[in-house]
């Protein structure tokens, strides 16, 4: 005897072995054998064999019209051999009880289950909703039929287009879109980004990257509301004597902080540093504040930035030169012939900003000779290089001492192996296309006016950290354990020693225009200067504040994207550079070996990448570049000759700590193993 029984929402048919009161012993046709609750079986018979019967009763549940089953149907419950007797014939075949038992089990939205092989009829509303809904899912299914064909075809449908960075990057998993998207790839067998680009979904390079960064990052876009700069309403005193003055990059518009000299040949030297301070007029919870929290702080890249303040704000505190700004000012006085630290002050002030000097104007010229002999002329420098000379000398005396200091708290000397790269984009205002004419040039880490500005912005994080945990104040530090490999960079709310650059503590807080965590800095370091001892009362934020906290997580994930992102960028605008001038050789170095391939750094461009073949850690070699992708920022070489005898480790060893990322496949979200279509919630 055979039986048809329901399993796991499934009929199945099958030999009876034995039986007993309550269950059933079957042989199915795979061999298998199951038991089957008495109550589960819904057909006993002879013949033909399940699988015929299954087979016959499909086709003709396939035939069977579903609306006049429904119109015709008892009002209560039913078995399915009422349905088949009114259906088919009063005395309905076997293969008609098992098409009629199919019919209305794989259709819900006309009859609802009421228990094994009984059903009752849905409501007509019920049905026509239903109805409505499996027509819109057919022409959806066409559409996305439509769509996928068109993009293995070659071309990009509009709707897919104006998807592109949700399909690849966030989702939604049952949009046409999206799956006209997966269909296609699988059916074409490309990758699904490889599929689009073939498409030309993607113009261009340049712009892939930059709108998939907003897409994650500025979904609304980068514009600010409407703000105005709040006044400054405390009567600051003018710091009377000082003449300060900023070094930063031509480009650089958010100038946070300055530095003074006073006293040279007196035997107590007083350096000033003044940072820019919006924190005394911006207030937390403010919509100023809203804005600059939601940013973090400002995205750099080649060419463009997106700034975490309004340029208005900016302009209203930034250290402009020519006027007298309101600043925090930390003044260290030190014995000028020993450069001891003598001791710090903090004040809250206006500062007179006679100069804003930059980089990119005066390298050529403050070189470490000029800055430590007199006698070397001052030749071709700038004016305003020729009469800051004492005090720009005195500063470089001066860090050249604190960076030794710092290295004997390290336990070993800062080298700075490797130039910091600036890229300049030839005739570019405002956001790039991607098709500029990219320069990129160096400058040597450790460059007399670089040393001077990070000297002295270490001195007063570390200094006002300290400060702050001195008088129980909360902050946003940085610390690292130990040089140990694989010890990082950590942020936390107390003071804790930085052994990456040799201090106690550090907090930043030099560039609160820029910086979030600096401008929170500030309004502690506000409040320290204002009230003492008494300070970590009035302070916005106390000891264990959740706020603060959730300060701290939100921007070590935004500055981590952030930085990620601009290394990106600069790793396009490298690999555009090798495109545009011709350049496929380059002399490079192993910093990596593994199996059948080593990791090399370019000598002379910022570009780490892979290279075929065996090489030695440290090796010196000449390697042809292969072929460009700019989707995935990615390059490989092949080495054409080994160019040392014996390999520089040393060349390697200490290079600043940053790594460099090999760029490779773009993470997409994208899955391929999706099932073809996620059935809509049909009510039944």
């Known amino acids: 005897m055979f039986v048809l029984f329901e399993e796991a929402g ?93 019919g209305l089990f794989e259709a819900p939205h006309y009859f609802r289950r009421a228990g094994k092989g009984r059903f009752k009829k849905a409501p007509a509303e019920i049905v026509q909703q239903a109805l409505v809904a499996i027509e819109k899912k057919k022409q959806v299914a066409a559409q996305i039929a439509d769509w996928a064909k068109q993009l293995v075809e070659g071309t990009c449908p509009a709707p897919v287009r104006d998807q592109l960075y949700k399909i690849l990057f966030k989702p939604d998993k049952n949009a046409a879109e999206y799956r006209a998207v997966v269909d296609a790839s699988r059916a074409s067998q490309r990758p699904p980004l490889e599929l689009l ?99 973090m702080s400002t995205v750099y890249m080649p060419g463009y930035k997106i700034t975490m303040l309004p340029d208005d704000i900016v302009n209203a505190y930034t250290l402009q030169e020519g006027r007298d700004c309101p600043a925090v000012s930390l003044y260290a006085t030190f014995d000028e012939a020993s450069l001891a630290l003598k001791g710090t002050e903090t004040r809250l002030e206006r500062v007179p900003i006679v100069a804003n000097l930059r980089h990119d104007q005066l390298d050529a010229f403050v070189s470490e000779e000029w800055l430590t002999d007199p006698s070397v002329p001052n030749g071709d420098a700038p004016t305003v290089a020729t009469q800051l000379r004492e005090p720009l000398s005195f500063l470089f005396r001066l860090a050249r001492s604190l960076k030794a200091q710092r290295e004997v708290v390290r336990g070993k000397p800062e080298n700075f192996n490797r130039p910091d790269y600036n890229f300049r984009l030839e005739g570019n205002v405002g956001e790039p296309s991607g098709e500029e004419k990219v320069s990129i040039s160096t400058r040597r880490r450790g460059a007399p006016l670089d040393l001077i500005v990070a000297e002295a912005m270490i001195l007063a994080n570390s200094t006002w950290g300290s ?39 550090y907090a930043w807080s030099t560039s609160p225009l820029r910086r979030y965590t600096d401008l929170v800095n500030q309004w502690q370091i506000i409040a320290a200067a204002r009230h003492g001892k008494t300070a970590a009362l009035a302070a916005p934020f106390k000891p264990k504040d959740a706020d603060l906290f959730s300060i701290l997580s939100g921007f070590d994930a935004a500055y981590s994207t952030y930085n990620s992102y601009q290394a990106g960028m600069e790793r396009f605008w490298t690999l555009k550079y090798l495109q545009q001038n011709g350049i496929t050789e380059l002399d490079a170095t192993v910093m990596k070996d593994f199996p059948n391939g080593a990791l090399v750094r370019a000598d002379n461009l910022p570009l780490v990448f892979p290279v075929a073949g065996q090489q030695e850690r440290g090796a010196h070699v000449r390697v042809k570049l292969g ?54 919630n049909v009510p039944a």
């Open 10 to 102: 499934k009929y199945l048919g099958g030999r009876v072995l034995s039986e007993a009161e309550a269950s059933a012993q079957v042989e199915l046709d795979t061999g298998k054998r199951v038991k089957v609750k008495a109550a589960n079986i819904v057909l006993r018979f002879e013949k033909p064999s399940p699988s015929e019967l299954i087979a016959e009763a499909r086709a003709l549940a396939a035939t069977m019209d579903l609306d006049l089953a429904w119109e015709f149907s008892p009002e209560g419950e039913f078995g399915f051999g009422d349905l088949a007797a009114d259906y088919f014939q009063a005395r309905p075949s076997l293969a008609q009880q098992a098409a009629a038992l199919f």
């Open 627 to 680: 072929e460009i992708d700019e989707i995935a920022l990615d390059v490989h070489g092949t080495v054409l000759a080994r160019l040392d005898a014996a390999p520089d480790t040393a060349a390697i060893e200490d290079d600043g700590g940053d790594e460099e990322e090999v760029a490779g496949p773009i993470a997409i979200a994208v899955d391929l193993a999706d099932s073809e279509a996620t059935p809509d």
């Open 197 to 295: 680009e073939r498409a030309g979904a993607i113009d261009s390079a340049y712009q892939f990257h930059w709108k998939r960064f907003l897409f994650e990052n500025f979904p609304k876009g980068t514009a600010f509301p409407a703000l105005q700069a709040p006044a400054i309403t405390d009567a600051l005193p003018l710091a009377e004597g000082v003449q300060a003055f900023s070094i930063d990059d031509s480009q650089t518009t958010e100038i946070d902080d300055a530095l003074s000299v006073r006293g040279l040949g007196s035997g107590t030297v007083v350096v000033g540093i003044h940072i820019a301070a919006p924190g005394l007029a911006l207030v937390p919870g403010s919509a100023i504040d809203q804005v600059a929290r939601n940013r």
């Open 467 to 505: 400060w702050l945990g001195e008088f129980g104040v909360p902050g946003l530090y940085r610390s690292q354990a130990s040089l140990a490999p694989g010890v990082k960079v950590r942020m936390g709310t107390k003071p804790a020693p930085h052994a990456g650059i040799g201090v106690k503590s």
